[in-house]
Each structure stands twice: as structure tokens, then as C-alpha cells.
């Protein structure tokens, strides 16, 4: 889990209320992404981010939205449009496209476990 | 489309045994290969990868995989199984190809469970 922090470790959330999941890096990573994991079903991409400024949708962004303002930061709102949030919550980071290690791991944070109430 | 299967959701195995978790993949250009472990309310851990070179690649923990092109395969193995290695194991793919290099795929996950 080094070089990614992830807050906090649990959430709670009441029904129509929007939540933001706090993801930092300090490994000087270009991309960084963000994965939802629920039992059973592995990891599916939420949302991910080439470079500042800019972020791509993953296969399940519904109901989500991300900022990308500062390199070390990817912060994910769950928003009251998600209408299951309840899961863990992985953010990455890792090389961005065109770097020559591009073809390099993803590195996770410890993840964020956000229950709906 | 690039892919990725891991046929057994759940390994059981007893301690001391050799173990191995399979994982199958499907890519256009040249694959990347990773395996990850994630132990109960944690991030996933980088175990080992696959680029290119050696088809035995070694890794974290006692941990190895073979890379074998014909049966697009590339299972996790392990000589001596211990009960601390009891956790998920996800297999990755990553596609050559420039356009997509900067996304992995993720298989389902493989419960291993050791037994002492």
C-alpha cells in the first residue's frame, strides 16, 4: 500500500447524500485510477485519469464523478444517483501512457469501504 | 477486446503441498501479465509480472508463474504452500497495444485457502 493513502478507511452514508473518497499519491504517477470491488465480482474500473486536467470513464462511472486539479490527488464523489454504493473502494496509480514504463503495475491504496445506512 | 479468466473462485490446498492458481487471457498485440494478492480489508499487492523475456517469472513470497503463449496462460505457482499464504489472487492483463497500454484488466479473483 505505499505511496497511495486512501480516506477513510470506512464510510457512512445516508440514502440521497453525496460522498467523496480521498485518494493521494506521492509516487509521482501520471495515471491514476479508481476500482470498485464487490464480492464475487473482482475489480471493475470506475474512473481513470491519464494526466491532470483529465479523466476518462471506466465500465461503471454512473452515478460517480472525479476531479483530477492536482497530480498527487484523485478525489471520487459518490453521488446520490448511485443507487448501490455500498462496496470497497480501490484507488491506483501508476505510469501514464507514453511513459516508457508504461507497461508497468498499478500500485493500490488500502482502500475505502463506504456502507450505505 | 482484451480479457482475462480465472476458472476457480476458491484453491484449497494443504500446507506444505504445491499450490497453483490458473489464469487464462485473451489480448490482441503482446500481453502484460501481473499477479496481484489482497488479504482481507486491504489494497491489492504486486506479486509478480510478466513483460517479456523468461517465461518463469519469480516473484514476491516464494511465488512464481509460467508464461506459455500457445495455451495463453499464466498461472501463479508455488512449491511449498504455507498457511499465511491464504488470501485473494487476482490475475492481470494488460494489452500491448499503445492505445489501450495504459489500462489493466482484472480477473474475478481465486480464493486460495492453505489448511495446516
Known amino acids: 500500500d505505499g505511496g497511495i493513502t486512501q480516506s477513510p478507511k470506512y464510510l457512512f452514508r445516508k440514502e440521497g447524500q453525496n460522498v467523496t473518497l480521498s485518494c493521494e499519491q506521492n509516487?509521482?504517477?501520471?495515471?491514476m485510477y479508481w476500482y470498485r470491488q464487490d464480492p464475487g465480482q473482482g475489480l471493475r474500473l470506475i474512473y481513470y485519469?491519464?494526466?491532470?486536467?483529465?479523466?476518462q470513464k471506466g465500465d461503471i462511472a454512473e452515478g460517480y464523478s472525479v476531479s483530477r486539479e492536482k497530480k498527487e490527488s484523485f478525489p471520487l464523489t459518490v453521488t446520490s444517483a448511485q443507487k448501490n454504493p455500498t462496496a470497497f473502494y480501490l484507488c491506483?496509480?501508476?505510469?501514464?501512457?507514453?511513459?516508457?514504463?508504461?507497461?508497468?503495475?498499478?500500485?493500490f491504496g488500502p482502500g475505502t469501504r463506504l456502507t450505505v445506512l | 477486446a482484451q480479457s482475462v479468466a480465472q476458472p476457480e473462485d476458491q484453491v484449497n490446498v494443504a500446507e506444505g503441498n504445491p499450490l497453483t492458481v490458473k489464469c487464462t487471457y485473451s489480448v490482441s498485440g503482446n500481453p502484460y501479465l501481473f499477479w496481484y494478492v489482497q488479504y482481507p480489508n486491504r489494497g491489492l499487492q504486486f506479486l509478480l509480472k510478466y513483460i517479456t523475456g523468461d517465461n518463469l517469472v519469480k516473484g514476491s513470497y516464494g511465488f512464481e508463474a509460467e508464461f506459455n503463449k500457445s495455451q495463453t496462460s499464466f498461472h501463479l505457482k508455488k512449491p511449498s504452500a504455507l498457511v499465511s499464504d491464504s488470501a485473494l489472487y487476482f490475475c492481470a492483463v494488460r494489452d500491448g497495444w499503445y492505445s489501450s497500454a495504459s489500462k489493466i484488466i482484472f480477473g474475478s479473483g481465486t480464493r486460495l485457502s492453505i489448511r495446516p
Open positions: 485519469s491519464q494526466i491532470v486536467n483529465d479523466f
Open positions: 509516487l509521482n504517477h501520471d495515471a
Open positions: 491506483a496509480s501508476g505510469p501514464g501512457q507514453g511513459d516508457p514504463s508504461s507497461y508497468n503495475e498499478q500500485f
